[in-house]
């Protein structure tokens, strides 16, 4: 069991790239999200899916896109990165769907900087 | 809304020292809480947790009691080892509801 697996693990882009985050789980757990995690600030919920072909929008989803054609895979797309997006950002996981258990499993996240 | 309270700053300490990290929540009925723990390097990992009120949840050495009657949910360590030095989240969620509202964190850092 590799658990919830993310690449790459440091990332630097320009004003304006696009980029994919990845993210895959080997647990068949339906509930995947992505948090960002910022000095002082905690960790932020941008996007979650609860299965395969359902996602949904968290706190902070601007600029971020997400989709879910497999209960394995959950990337996180930016789409015009922006210096504010610099972070680290972390997949998490749990079974269950919407009610389902509460023990999430995280990655080791990605450190994004955005010059 | 649902929020997390820690207290403000890092905590340091020398190793055998009792630890006490503080977290009040805010919500508007019984959350479940947790205790998240972040090693340097690395994604966070449940700590403890406990689904209702007057629970206690426990691991490695480190407990924490659900108290409804003060909505908190401090976090405690009697002797607190060099290997405990990480970054500590308090955390919410509410059965149903797909969010897990973070508190900011507190370093923690032992000296041996």
């Known amino acids: 069991n590799a658990g919830v697996t993310q690449t790459p693990k440091f990332q630097v882009l320009k004003t304006g790239q696009s980029m994919t985050l990845q993210c895959a789980q080997d647990?068949?757990?339906?509930?995947m999200s992505w948090y960002r995690q910022d000095p002082g600030m905690g960790l932020r919920l941008i996007h979650y899916?609860?299965?395969?072909?359902?996602?949904d929008q968290g706190e902070v989803p601007n600029g971020y896109n997400v989709s879910r054609s497999t209960t394995e895979d959950f990337p996180l797309r930016l789409l015009s990165a922006a210096p504010s997006q610099t972070s680290v950002y972390f997949c998490?996981?749990?079974?269950?769907?919407?009610?389902?258990?509460?023990?999430?499993?995280f990655g080791p996240g990605t450190r994004l900087t955005v010059l | 809304g649902d929020s997390v309270t820690q207290m403000e700053g890092p905590v340091t300490l020398s190793e055998e020292a009792f630890l006490t990290i503080n977290c009040t929540y805010t919500?508007?009925?019984?959350?479940?809480l947790f205790w998240y723990v972040q090693y340097p390097g690395e994604g966070l990992q449940l700590l403890l947790k406990?689904?209702?009120?007057?629970d206690k949840g426990s691991n490695k050495g480190f407990e924490a009691t659900y108290r409804k009657e003060t909505t908190s949910f401090h976090l405690e360590k009697g002797s607190v080892q060099v290997s405990d030095s990480a970054v500590y989240f308090c955390?919410?969620?509410?059965?149903?509801?797909?969010?897990?509202?973070f508190g900011k964190g507190n370093q923690v850092v032992v000296i041996p």
């Open positions: 647990m068949n757990h339906e509930y």
């Open positions: 998490a996981s749990r079974s269950g769907g919407q009610g389902g258990s509460d023990t999430q499993y």
């Open positions: 955390a919410l969620r509410f059965y149903g509801n797909n969010r897990l509202a």
């Open positions: 919500a508007t009925g019984y959350p479940s």
């Open positions: 406990a689904t209702k009120a007057d």
């Open positions: 899916s609860v299965g395969a072909g359902i996602t």
